[in-house]
């Protein structure tokens, strides 16, 4: 090997005579370090989860794809408000605790239908099997109704004022970063096509999914119970 070629490589490439290719013998060929020959794994767990996701939620036999997906978030979504309002009357609970969370929960699926009718989002247009939107509704949306059982049946302990007063304030701000996020990217992508890198996609790649980690932080937090929490996760 020549010393001045050695001298020169970088650090990370391994460079050897070649004796077959090349127009002299002896001319240096760079080959790849190790760590870049061997072949990547494929994500298999990634694969068949989304498998089971697009199966799951949009393809469960039988029958044909023939409603929206948007159908069963926007009745769950629409519906916590008159399902927080029946709990407090079952239970007989008018308590601070659950006024507030009945305001902040109830609220949020109001927001979520004024921004599915003002600004839709395309991929919630997809065609699904009957099936599968009882599916989304079994083993996704259903579940966060879960803190409103728990808070207002008394499972969960009363929640003192100054956790209500965090979650809310968690909840404010959620809203308001979906909104906006939600708001720039509708109208952005109605333009202009293309990935978005001004406003707040300037500061985080996904701030509408921030805002809705933002929202239901501030109704665990004002849920004293393992469970809201166990969701989050």
Not at 19 to 48: I, N, Y
Not at 212 to 231: D, L, Q, S
Request: hydrophobic share 45%; charged share 15%.
């Amino acid at each position: 090997i020549n010393s001045r070629a050695t001298a020169a490589a970088p650090s990370d490439v391994l460079t050897v005579p070649s004796c077959t290719t090349g127009p002299r013998h002896g001319q240096h060929t760079t080959m790849p370090p190790k760590k870049m020959r061997e072949k990547v794994p494929p994500a298999t767990f990634f694969k068949l989860q989304d498998r089971l996701n697009t199966f799951l939620g949009y393809d469960f036999p039988p029958g044909p794809k023939c409603m929206k997906m948007y159908l069963s978030i926007n009745l769950q979504k629409g519906g916590t408000l008159p399902f927080c309002l029946f709990l407090m009357y079952y239970f007989d609970n008018y308590s601070m605790s659950a006024w507030l969370y009945t305001a902040a929960h109830g609220s949020y699926g109001l927001c979520w239908l004024l921004k599915h009718f003002a600004m839709p989002d395309p991929k919630w247009e997809a065609d699904t099997t009957v099936l599968a939107q009882v599916n989304i509704l079994a083993l996704i949306l259903l579940p966060y109704w879960l803190a409103a059982y728990l808070l207002i049946s008394g499972k969960a302990p009363e929640p003192p004022i100054e956790t209500c007063f965090i979650g809310l304030m968690l909840y404010i701000m959620g809203v308001v970063i979906m909104m906006t996020a939600d708001a720039q990217k509708h109208f952005t992508l109605k333009y202009k096509k293309g990935l978005i890198t001004t406003g707040m996609f300037a500061l985080i790649r996904h701030p509408n999914y921030l805002g809705e980690m933002m929202i239901y932080g501030g109704f665990a937090t004002m849920v004293p119970h393992w469970i809201p929490k166990a969701m989050l996760a």
